[in-house]
């Protein structure tokens, strides 16, 4: 149980980093949007990887766009998709009419 919990908290700590690193292109104009030409299909490859299924290929897709679009890698999307996993998709589960 305890390694599952160290296993949360290093994946929110992944996520929150590997946002900020896509933020960075904020910080650079003009080559920050470079940045993010690079950085879009590494961050789809991390998110697949961080995230199994489903949940890892819709948000890696969504992070793609996010990122390759200039002006919205403002939106954490790897923190989102933590969240969604720990807590979103956790509470569906146990719902008593759910099929899952």
Same mark, same amino acid.
């Given at each position: 149980m305890l390694q599952l919990e160290n296993n =949360? =908290?290093?994946k929110l700590l992944l996520s929150i980093f590997f946002d900020a690193l896509g933020m960075l292109s904020f910080t650079l104009p003009m080559i920050?949007?470079?940045e993010d030409v690079i950085w879009a299909p590494v961050a789809y490859w991390l998110m697949t990887k961080m995230y199994a299924g489903s949940?890892?290929?819709i948000a890696g897709a969504i992070t793609f766009i996010e990122e390759i679009l200039p002006g919205i890698d403002f939106i954490p999307?790897?923190?989102l998709t933590w969240i969604y996993e720990n807590y979103i998709a956790k509470n569906k589960k146990s719902l008593?009419?759910?099929k899952n």
């Amino acid at each position: 149980m305890l390694q599952l919990e160290n296993n =949360k =908290k290093q994946k929110l700590l992944l996520s929150i980093f590997f946002d900020a690193l896509g933020m960075l292109s904020f910080t650079l104009p003009m080559i920050g949007e470079f940045e993010d030409v690079i950085w879009a299909p590494v961050a789809y490859w991390l998110m697949t990887k961080m995230y199994a299924g489903s949940v890892g290929k819709i948000a890696g897709a969504i992070t793609f766009i996010e990122e390759i679009l200039p002006g919205i890698d403002f939106i954490p999307t790897f923190t989102l998709t933590w969240i969604y996993e720990n807590y979103i998709a956790k509470n569906k589960k146990s719902l008593p009419n759910n099929k899952n």
